[in-house]
């Protein structure tokens, strides 16, 4: 028999979650992460309200879980395209980032050597 306290925590995972997906399809990002923290929590005391429940659980609680962890897949990509969207628009907004310190006509980055003024015989 499976524990009202965990049926709750799992229906609050749930709202959480749909909360999150609605707060993305906003585009709501400070609210989105207040409430992504929140669907951490529930999912804390969803884990916490587990540990106490027999280990084959009712086919029924079983499809909620798996419905959940689908939807939090699907949650996780819908990010990830839309980073990759962000991250494109800002490409061409911005200006690509130059070097500050970067000597005229040279290559930017690290080349692995020691800077001139290390590399100079002591005297």
Do not use: K
Not at 31 to 46: D, K, P, T
Not at 68 to 75: E, P, T
Request: hydrophobic letters at 50%; aromatic letters at 4%.
């Amino acid at each position: 028999m499976v524990a009202e306290g965990f049926l709750h925590q799992l229906a609050e995972a749930e709202a959480q979650l749909d909360s999150l997906t609605h707060l993305l399809l906003l585009g709501d990002a400070p609210a989105y992460e207040a409430g992504a923290l929140a669907f951490r929590q529930a999912l804390v005391q969803l884990a916490h309200a587990a540990a106490d429940q027999p280990t084959p659980v009712p086919r029924a609680v079983a499809d909620r879980l798996a419905r959940l962890a689908r939807a939090l897949v699907q949650q996780r990509d819908q990010l990830a395209r839309r980073a990759m969207v962000v991250a494109r628009s800002l490409a061409v907004v911005l200006p690509q980032r130059q070097p500050t310190y970067q000597a005229p006509g040279r290559r930017a980055g690290f080349s692995g050597a020691a800077p001139q003024i290390y590399s100079a015989p002591a005297r």
